[in-house]
């Protein structure tokens, strides 16, 4: 059975008694066990990073983002085989694997030009001989806590901002696929990363409360569910440290009456049910505006979501896979069954699937509800699962009101020729991140990404510039040099000014 260590100080770190098993979400098997670290185990991904901060921080940022240029190179070469290791452990497609790397990797990117970003500004003249600058310097230690369903992308999010704008890392990735993340440090480390700027620890709840309260660690980036984030939201900053916490999501697809209807069925298929519905930015709420519309899209929705191909991550005619684990397959289940119990129409029952020669695998078919209300808990909650529902809105207002008054805010799209409405619905709903015929619209990596209401605890967003916000600290020099000069004694008691 392989065993995955923590990556400590460049190198693996193989202490702890307890562990995880990590399991094949294809075929239903147990594949490898994960070391869940303590306190000790942390403490020492601490001192490696203490120990290697300072010198990191002291290389000029040309340098640092050399590394990153090298790094990128190896995301590149390794491209496939982070793929299938990803694609082992969380099931995901092929494609949509290396897209998740992708995606990470654009991140990567950006900080190759950190030199740039991280200027500071300059007045000079601002009072008599005065001048006035700021720069920006690193945090020292940071942490990032990162969810299964985005194994790579979310840390090198996270970790490639923090490492380039100089601080040491230490990422807590989560224990259901651990180990590209651990390859994504090892990588690290061949790009001519020093040993301790990034470290890699395994754990759970333990793990995460023993980061949470370590007095060396500055700042923490979390992505996962809204109750874990406001957990560590709360008790992250309780004591002291930057906190940045993104979770769960019920992402609207309002569908004008003059929408292109087969392009959104396209997407609409893509969108809710790629990766298995396992993405915060997955589209599980189709809202068409008007009866009519709604019928005419359902009628093509029917038979595309027949036509999805369930199958094996390797096979390369799969639309999507398997969930992560048994237990995840059970709850979304149940969520199936809560919506029929609450008096949605199941249109597309996804329970019971199977796949010959991976019965044991853990799949959930695509399913699709109609006339879903705003009152059921179904839809109040988020399924992260290949699950659709529709709630039919009256006009564009209520389409307006429904993304807006749910208590999740991390995406929405509207479709539609109509610019007008567009420009409308982008300016007045209460959402953090809109797609405008775009259904999963995840900025580019020189924005930012951040959601609303409880998708989004903290006010600065992940990567771009909110990200070097985030990694950073702000010094402001006010600066005089003697000209040999004598002040006025008399003004040295009041308040300086610069007029």
Request: glycine share 12%; aromatic share 8%; with cysteine.
């Amino acid at each position: 059975m392989r065993s995955i260590d923590h990556f400590i100080g460049g190198g693996s770190h193989s202490s702890g008694e307890r562990q995880a098993e990590v399991f094949n979400p294809c075929e239903g098997q147990v594949q490898a066990t994960v070391r869940l670290g303590t306190a000790s185990d942390l403490q020492k991904a601490i001192d490696a990073a203490k120990a290697a901060q300072p010198a990191w921080a002291a290389t000029n940022p040309q340098r640092r983002a050399r590394v990153m240029f090298r790094y990128k190179e190896l995301i590149e070469q390794n491209m496939d085989e982070l793929a299938q290791i990803l694609s082992s452990e969380h099931g995901k497609v092929l494609a949509d694997s290396k897209g998740d790397i992708q995606r990470g990797l654009e991140v990567i990117e950006y900080t190759c030009g950190i030199p740039q970003a991280l200027k500071g500004e300059y007045t000079q003249g601002a009072g008599p001989g005065i001048d006035v600058y700021s720069l920006r310097q690193p945090l020292g230690i940071g942490a990032g806590i990162t969810p299964f369903n985005f194994p790579a992308m979310i840390p090198m999010w996270m970790f490639g901002m923090a490492i380039a704008c100089g601080n040491a890392f230490i990422l807590k990735p989560s224990e259901r696929d651990p180990t590209v993340p651990v390859r994504l440090a090892e990588l690290m480390k061949e790009a001519g990363l020093p040993d301790g700027i990034l470290n890699v620890v395994h754990g759970d709840k333990e793990m995460v409360d023993a980061i949470l309260d370590h007095p060396d660690i500055a700042g923490i980036s979390f992505v996962g569910s809204s109750d874990i984030a406001q957990y560590i939201y709360s008790r992250g900053t309780a004591n002291g440290k930057r906190v940045q916490a993104f979770g769960g999501a019920k992402n609207h697809g309002i569908v004008m009456p003059d929408a292109d209807l087969d392009q959104v069925v396209t997407d609409l298929t893509g969108a809710a049910f790629g990766s298995a519905g396992e993405r915060c930015m997955a589209l599980p709420v189709v809202v068409p505006v008007g009866e009519e519309t709604a019928d005419r899209l359902r009628e093509k929705l029917i038979p595309a979501i027949q036509a999805l191909r369930v199958g094996v991550s390797t096979d390369p005619d799969a639309h999507y896979g398997p969930v992560v684990t048994r237990a995840h397959k059970e709850k979304v289940e149940g969520y199936i069954q809560m919506c029929i119990d609450e008096g949605a129409e199941l249109v597309v029952d996804g329970r019971g699937f199977t796949l010959q020669g991976n019965e044991d695998g853990f799949f959930v078919g695509p399913t699709f509800f109609d006339h879903v209300t705003t009152e059921m808990r179904s839809y109040q909650e988020e399924i992260f699962g290949p699950v659709l529902q529709m709630v039919r809105a009256a006009d564009f207002e209520e389409a307006v009101r429904l993304p807006s008054e749910h208590d999740y805010g991390n995406g929405v799209a509207i479709f539609t020729r109509n610019g007008h409405a567009a420009r409308e619905f982008v300016s007045r709903v209460n959402v953090g991140m809109v797609g405008v015929n775009v259904p999963i619209p995840v900025p580019v990596s020189y924005h930012s990404f951040g959601g609303w209401k409880r998708s989004g605890f903290g006010d600065i967003g992940q990567y771009g510039q909110e990200g070097l916000r985030f990694w950073t600290k702000t010094k402001v020099v006010t600066q005089r040099w003697p000209d040999g000069g004598v002040g006025d004694a008399a003004n040295a008691f009041v308040i300086p000014t610069m007029g």
